[in-house]
């Protein structure tokens, strides 16, 4: 960034998404909501662009982007979409599904979006916001989450402020996220079969990958960590311990009251923000039934406990 020590924060209007646009095509770094949580957005075409990313989040080098794309004609250019490829992107897109595909030799790309693989991942968001910026630019965005890496993904512009703040050029407020977990990950094999790199909030039914190669985003097996122990599947809280509670496990933060899924995703991070607040030393988390986003959850908490 371009040597300040405060970040910007505007409002996801039009000036906002102007002014948003204007630092990208200058190559800087912009928080930006998606329907999953905020993005840190760079350039996609841009090797210095993309190299700020990882430098402001501390991120990985072998740690691929997902890049963001206003739909199925751009990806085009990026990606080989076989059929299966472009079945899911015609039901789920614009939405919270990333697809890991083939990269095209010929994609005008900067190569460490996909960290020296062969593959790239592609997402076309539906957030207002984020499609609004993709419009006002003429190139693709690269965009993990936008927090230091490994720590608590950000649902609202003050937990992206909490650990980029000084570290990127600007944030566009656009409210709190509504999904509240990250896109659902699926590579689109050679042969046709898929496989989910990450649990999301689509349910699709696919084989979870067994590899142990990163290939996505998400599949550390240490992430989203709020610096203190987690211990999970909690029926009560000990002393020392900032509860996260669910449904009739009412916590000192509760993801969901009735036991709501979905309502648990949203609210996830911000708890988790909450805790990591807290006096307590320590954290502990009601059970959360594996069923639909729960998965999502659970593949989360896991991470952070890791």
Same mark, same amino acid.
């Given at each position: 960034?371009? &040597? ?48 700020? %990313? ?68 592609? +997402? ?27 720590? %608590? ?57 067994? &590899? ?5 985003? &998400? ?59 807290? &006096? ?19 593949? +989360? ?6």
């Amino acid at each position: 960034m371009s &040597g300040k020590n405060v970040t910007e924060v505007r409002l996801a209007d039009a000036e906002g998404i102007a002014r948003a646009a204007q630092i990208l095509e200058s190559g800087g770094l912009v928080a930006v909501p998606t329907e999953t949580v905020y993005g840190l957005a760079a350039r996609a075409d841009s090797a210095e662009a993309v190299a700020k %990313i990882y430098a402001a989040k501390g991120r990985p080098d072998f740690n691929p982007l997902i890049v963001h794309v206003a739909g199925l004609e751009q990806a085009a250019r990026y990606a080989d979409l076989a059929p299966a490829a472009l079945a899911l992107a015609a039901a789920h897109w614009p939405g919270p599904l990333t697809l890991v595909l083939p990269r095209r030799a010929d994609a005008p790309l900067a190569e460490a979006v996909s960290a020296g693989l062969p593959t790239i991942a592609l +997402r076309a968001p539906a957030h207002r916001v984020m499609r609004e910026l993709l419009a006002a630019v003429d190139f693709p965005l690269a965009a993990p989450s936008a927090n230091r890496s490994g720590f %608590i993904s950000p649902t609202t512009a003050a937990h992206v402020l909490a650990s980029l703040d000084g570290r990127i050029d600007l944030v566009l407020d656009g409210g709190a996220c509504l999904a509240g977990v990250e896109s659902t990950i699926v590579a689109v094999r050679a042969d046709g079969s898929l496989e989910e790199l990450r649990p999301g909030p689509l349910s699709l039914g696919t084989q979870a990958a067994g &590899g142990k190669n990163i290939e996505a985003p &998400g599949q550390l097996a240490s992430h989203y960590a709020p610096g203190k122990p987690v211990r999970l599947n909690a029926e009560r809280a000990e002393a020392g311990e900032f509860w996260i509670g669910f449904g009739a496990l009412a916590g000192d933060c509760t993801l969901s009251a009735s036991g709501d899924v979905t309502e648990a995703a949203t609210r996830l991070y911000a708890c988790l923000h909450e805790a990591a607040r807290a &006096g307590q030393p320590r954290i502990a988390v009601a059970p959360v039934p594996e069923e639909g986003v729960g998965r999502a959850i659970n593949d +989360r908490l896991r991470r952070a406990a890791a």
